[in-house]
C-alpha cells in the first residue's frame, strides 16, 4: 500500500508498446557524471531534458528544450488523468538492471513551482522505494509497462524514494517525470 500523496495507476498510457520504441529510437539521450561524497562517477542511466526552462541538479545543466510531439503526447494523456499542466519532463533510460536511482527527492524546484511529479513507466517492470524522512514508513510498488506513478504536492519534502539496482537481465525502461516548473 502506497503512504497518501501517492497513487498507482497501471496501464494508463496507451500506444506503450510504440512508444517505448519511439523513444528508445528519438531522444537525443545523454550520458553524466555527478560528484557524490567527493568522488566523480558515471551516471548510472542516460538523460534527456525537455521543457519550457532550465534545470539542474548534481552539477548537471539541462537547458530549455521543447517538447517533442512524442512527448507532448504523452504529456496531454499525463493532464488528463491528473488535471494538472506540465511544462517540463526528465526522461530516464534505463539500459537493464545495473541502471539505477540512488535514494533522493526532487525537492530542489526553484519558487512558483509544483511539486507534484507525474512518472511514466514504459519497458521492463521495476521496483520503486519510498521510504519516509526522519520516520519509520516504507513501501516499495512495482511500476509495470504503461504505468503511471502520481507523487502529490507535499509527498518530495516528507518521502525519499529509488529506483535500485537488480540483478539479471530485465530489460530497457523509459521513465518520463513531468513537472510544472515556473519560468526563471
Known amino acids: 500500500m502506497l503512504p497518501p500523496g501517492f497513487a498507482y495507476v497501471a496501464d494508463a498510457v496507451a500506444d506503450a508498446d510504440a512508444h ?22 558515471p551516471m548510472p542511466r542516460r538523460i534527456a531534458w525537455y521543457g519550457e526552462v532550465p534545470y539542474g541538479y548534481s552539477g548537471v545543466k ?28 526528465l526522461v530516464n533510460l534505463y539500459r537493464g538492471g545495473a541502471d539505477s536511482m540512488g535514494w533522493h527527492a ?16 514504459l519497458g521492463a517492470a521495476r521496483r520503486f522505494d519510498l521510504r519516509e524522512r526522519g520516520g519509520a514508513g516504507r513501501a516499495s510498488v512495482i511500476l509495470g509497462h504503461g504505468s503511471l506513478l502520481w507523487m502529490g ?26 513537472r510544472s516548473l515556473a519560468a526563471r
Open 106 to 121: 526532487d525537492d530542489d524546484y526553484p519558487p512558483g513551482a509544483t511539486a507534484a511529479i507525474a512518472s511514466v513507466s
Open 153 to 178: 504536492e507535499g509527498t518530495q519534502p516528507a518521502w525519499q524514494h529509488q529506483l535500485p539496482k537488480v540483478r539479471g537481465d530485465v530489460g530497457v525502461r523509459v521513465n518520463l517525470t513531468f
Open 62 to 89: 539541462h537547458p530549455a528544450r521543447p517538447f517533442s510531439a512524442r512527448i507532448a503526447a504523452i504529456a496531454a494523456a499525463v493532464e488528463a488523468r491528473t488535471g494538472v499542466a506540465f511544462n517540463t519532463v
Open 20 to 41: 517505448l520504441a519511439g523513444l528508445v529510437a528519438e531522444v537525443p539521450w545523454e550520458d553524466h557524471v555527478f560528484r557524490i561524497f567527493g568522488r566523480t562517477t
